[in-house]
């Protein structure tokens, strides 16, 4: 690669871009212009919430305790602890009780209609038994500490029976009302207050019977950590979605535009390689991603200070310090962070936008580049979810996690899971940069002419060019379908497994109805060999007595995983549960129907479709670790439990090695059958009920009412596991002709 | 100094299945020649020079620029070569003297070399008027003028010309062949695409009539019209198109046996 080729590129098209002023707009002048804008905006919109009276009217205001009014004869509020300056927001009409017999359903009506109608925000109906009641529940339930109940009468919804002599309506579809009821609720949460102090007094006790507990509070978190916390959750994902907008714009101009113009075939006709065209392409968009993310997160840092000046000025110091300034250390971290996913999302750009033959094509791909980031960006701001070894493994969210602890100051955990997340982080780097060079290096990408889209046609040529194997994208098709097809099924398996035929039954439905069904079909319909599109070859007998091995002493590594994983992210209650009841059904089954049922139909169906079907189209055109890779993927995500889809991810690692070395599906099957064998063996036998045979204690072990393997046995079987897989590279001249035609 | 043999290129075809954009083309050009391939929209033209410039990859065949193959040594074969296209557009937000220098650059010449090259090239193509206009504002012979200085600017002794000339005025196509006939002078070796007949009369010292992906004659100019015996080159253009679409209907004998007996 020619260092010089990148730079000239590189400040070619900086130059270019910075000449454009849409370009500049969007990069430079628009988030100088958006936070300000919105700020001002929002604290205008605040100024007309805060300043908005809500108007109630009060029916029966006669009915309501004389010796402790809720307002005064000018009808305004009576200012009482806990409900203080809200009575200047709250404009009151009264109107006395009506004299008819059917006086509260009329009155109901006529305050629905008018709050309706919007004459008034809430109607609060006093009924004449209020004060009455009000001393009938504290006699009745002098410990009660709750609130007065109020029935919310948005439209018919009347609960009489359960108010105490107060019924609200209100139209909770609006705003006002909305607001109306909940200054209402604080007004008369503070009366009940007073008047239960009043009453307490009365009977000659202490007011401060009713007093809530004071808790004096000692938070260790330094305010500027308190505020990093704060704002580390917002912070990421605003800067992470301009850092991908910001790139998106500038690939679609550098690739699509380009290919528009026609200036990009000028370039590919120089002496720059594709490869050093992608990298001077790929760090303009990189750099105006990085500008642009942090542009604006500085713009709205800038004006969220100013913002917080405002409110302490303005009478609110507990949020002005709650929101007040970013650490400096916290914005470091972010750029840190920034960097990275910069990287990624330009190269991810570049390979999207390089697909389009015009920008306004090029434009209609930024919806679903986003819809497949955005979750990963909005993944670290649910709650309940933080930095894990689990989270620390998905793309993007793993990195904006680990930012998150490095603001908070856990730095302990946070270099716990560096490791993986940048592993993981640098993998797709690498990933999305080979993917987009890849697409530079296409004719089809590069050149590819508007051709008019023919169903009719499209199915001629399907089954015209099929191949003795499926393609990359008919096995990638296949997985997607499977996947889907798992999906609907979860929702019917959950409460469906009561009985051993409804276990034979949905497993058999699984295996061979959604997995290999799916799989068969394609290979039947758009390939010109089943045998062929499936892998089932020959086997070469070294390869087999490799896979018996691999099986065996693969399982004790297995069984450890399992249990690492299960150590990490445990099974949920409801989980061990379903379980453990499918385990007392397969207890009462004869071994031989488990085994088949469970290792081997499972074991056949999977291997056929993963390691035979998608494995041998993706492996075409040398996609020897794109086919390991994305089966294993495909593989572990149709284990519905995550725990299971873990492991199952990595033993498909493994599998898929095996499937490309030895050129077939059948040593795959083998090492699944025997490995599913072996794991259904051990659940089979209890370790509460049986006794470990001695000829077994080398290997074995009961620990806990629990099969484990003994150490020194899972140090060797790692070793002799090592040298079978060594074996396994070595071909036979049959193996390797097959494996080159296939890779053809 | 241009070698084409057998090249063969096709395309998958969603309706066919395989498009054959080229199929066994062979020819040769010298330094010091104008080759003009000369074809209809469509007959394979802009594959083959896309092949040349290592734009393309062939499906099968060999082709050498300056002596490098063009499947295994692309990076020289660039060096070797200025390709000006009526598809190579010019950069909107440079200008013509940022544009040529850029590739100048990139075709790895010394600062100093590439201020001195850049002056010549603009004096003899006329440019120093526009050297700091941009892309945006050049007229279409304008931006012609530039791309051919950026095709040139590193010397190369391979030029190659796709439809160089087409959407230019009178005037502009008029300076366009002067300026390929001026390099021919230079000892460049020239590859001249175009589907203008009065063009490949003026300027080309041999040509390959290219249709649908074969070459249906080649050689010089009075060589064809001795072979067709037809001396308006237009005619004889036409002629050969017709003939090989009735050949290619009736699907018999071969298009080179036929030719020879005398149609």
Same mark, same amino acid.
């Given at each position: ?311 302490? @000025? ?268 499918? @385990? ?60 299971? @889809? ?99 | ?263």
């Amino acid at each position: 690669m020619n260092w010089r080729h990148i730079q000239l590129i590189y400040h070619r098209e900086m130059r270019d871009q910075l000449r454009d002023r849409r370009t500049l707009f969007t990069i430079a002048v628009l988030p100088m212009l958006l936070y300000p804008l919105i700020g001002l905006l929002m604290m205008q919109v605040a100024q007309f919430n805060r300043e908005y009276s809500v108007r109630i009217r009060i029916v029966g205001q006669e009915n309501w305790p004389q010796n402790l009014p809720l307002i005064d004869h000018q009808r305004h509020l009576l200012s009482r602890p806990g409900a203080e300056g809200i009575g200047r927001l709250m404009d009151f009409t009264t109107e006395s009780w009506p004299t008819e017999s059917d006086e509260l359903s009329k009155l109901r009506l006529t305050s629905s209609a008018a709050v309706q109608l919007d004459s008034v925000d809430a109607v609060l109906i006093v009924k004449p038994d209020f004060a009455r009641r009000m001393r009938e529940r504290l006699a009745a339930r002098s410990q009660s500490h709750a609130a007065v109940e109020m029935d919310t009468v948005p439209e018919q919804a009347i609960t009489p029976e359960l108010s105490d002599g107060l019924e609200l309506v209100a139209n909770l579809a609006r705003d006002h009302s909305q607001l109306a009821q909940q200054r209402l609720q604080r007004a008369l949460d503070a009366w009940q207050q007073a008047w239960v102090s009043q009453e307490l007094v009365a009977a000659g006790m202490s007011p401060r019977l009713v007093e809530p507990l004071a808790l004096a509070q000692t938070d260790t978190a330094p305010v500027s950590v308190r505020r990093a916390m704060l704002w580390s959750k917002v912070l990421p994902f605003v800067m992470l979605v301009w850092a991908l907008t910001g790139a998106f714009y500038p690939a679609i101009d550098l690739c699509a535009g380009e290919k528009e113009r026609g200036t990009l075939e000028t370039l590919l006709s120089s002496p720059a390689r594709r490869n050093e065209i992608v990298w001077g392409k790929l760090l303009t968009v990189a750099t105006f991603s990085i500008s642009s993310a942090l542009l604006n997160l500085l713009s709205m840092h800038a004006t969220a200070g100013l913002i917080v000046k405002q409110l302490a @000025s303005a009478g609110s110091p507990q949020v002005a310090e709650a929101l007040g300034p970013l650490p400096i250390h916290a914005l470091g971290w972010l750029v840190l962070l920034l960097l990275p996913m910069a990287a990624f999302f330009s190269a991810l750009a570049l390979a999207v936008a390089a697909l389009a033959r015009s920008t306004k094509e090029g434009q209609y791909y930024l919806m679903p580049l986003l819809l497949v980031t955005l979750p990963l960006v909005s993944l670290p701001m649910i709650p309940s979810l933080s930095l894990n070894l689990g989270t620390s493994l998905v793309p993007v969210s793993g990195a904006v996690f680990l930012v998150r602890s490095l603001i908070e100051g856990r730095y302990a955990e946070a270099m716990m899971h560096l490791p993986v997340v940048v592993m993981v982080t640098v993998t797709c780097c690498l990933l999305s940069i080979r993917w987009a060079i890849r697409q530079f290096e296409s004719e089809s990408v590069m050149f590819r002419e508007s051709d008019r889209w023919n169903l009719h046609a499209w199915l001629h040529q399907l089954w015209r060019d099929r191949g003795m194997t499926a393609s990359p994208t008919e096995a990638i098709l296949c997985g997607l379908i499977i996947l889907v097809a798992m999906f609907f099924a979860q929702f019917m398996a959950g409460s469906s497994i009561a009985d051993w035929p409804s276990v034979v039954s949905m497993t058999v439905a699984v295996q061979i109805g959604l997995i290999l069904t799916p799989c068969l079909l394609m290979a039947i319909f758009l390939t010109r060999s089943i045998r062929t599109a499936l892998r089932i070859h020959h086997v070469q007998p070294s390869h087999l007595v490799a896979a018996i091995f691999l099986g065996v002493t693969l399982h004790p590594t297995y069984t450890a995983l399992g249990n690492g994983i299960q150590h990490v992210y445990s099974l949920g209650d409801q989980i061990q549960a379903a379980l453990a009841h499918f @385990s007392q059904l397969i207890y009462a089954q004869p071994l031989w129907a488990v085994m088949l049922l469970l290792a081997v139909l499972p074991a056949v169906c999977e291997e056929l479709t993963f390691r035979g079907f998608i494995f041998g189209g993706l492996i075409k055109q040398g996609g020897a670790l794109r086919a390991i890779l994305i089966t294993s993927l495909f593989f572990g995500f149709t284990h519905t439990i995550l725990q299971q @889809s873990i492991a199952a991810c990595i033993m498909g690692l493994m599998l898929g090695l095996i499937a490309w070395r030895t050129g077939g599906v059948m040593c795959c099957i083998c090492v699944h059958v025997i490995n599913n064998v072996l794991s259904i063996g051990l659940a089979w036998f209890p370790a509460n009920q049986y006794q470990l045979p001695p000829s077994l204690s080398w290997c074995l072990r009961n620990e806990s009412d629990a099969w484990l393997y003994q150490p020194q046995w899972q140090t060797i079987s790692v070793g002799i596991a090592l040298v079978m897989i060594a074996v396994l590279f070595r071909r036979s001249p049959e193996t390797q002709r097959v494996v080159q035609v296939e890779a053809l | 100094m241009v070698e084409v043999e057998q090249l063969t290129k096709s395309y998958p075809d969603l309706l066919t299945g395989k498009f054959v954009a080229l199929d066994h083309v062979s020819f040769s050009v010298q330094p010091g020649q104008i080759f003009g391939l000369l074809g209809p929209n469509g007959a394979g033209k802009t594959t083959a020079l896309r092949i040349l410039s290592t734009v393309l990859q062939p499906t099968s065949g060999l082709a050498r620029v300056n002596g490098f193959n063009v499947s295994t040594h692309p990076y020289e074969v660039r060096h070797s070569i200025g390709f000006v296209s009526s598809n190579t557009a010019i950069y909107d937000r440079m200008t013509a003297w940022e544009m040529v220098e850029y590739f100048g650059k990139l075709y790895g010449i010394p600062s100093d070399r590439l201020t001195e090259r850049m002056e010549t090239v603009f004096a003899d193509l006329q440019m120093n008027e526009i050297r700091d206009v941009a892309g945006a504002r050049m007229s279409t012979g304008m931006r012609q003028k530039v791309s051919i200085a950026r095709a040139i600017v590193h010397d190369p002794p391979v030029l190659i010309f796709d439809e160089a000339s087409l959407g230019l005025d009178v005037m502009v196509a008029r300076a366009l062949l002067e300026i390929i006939s001026e390099l021919r002078a230079q000892g460049k070796c020239i590859i001249f695409s175009t589907h203008i007949m009065r063009e490949v009369e003026r300027l080309c010292d041999r040509v390959a009539i290219l249709y649908r992906g074969r070459i249906l004659a080649s050689g010089s100019l009075p060589e064809l019209a001795a072979e067709f015996e037809e001396s308006d080159f237009e005619e004889l253009f036409f002629k050969l198109l017709k003939e090989s679409d009735r050949l290619r209907l009736d699907a018999a004998g071969s298009l080179n046996s036929m030719i020879a007996s005398g149609i």
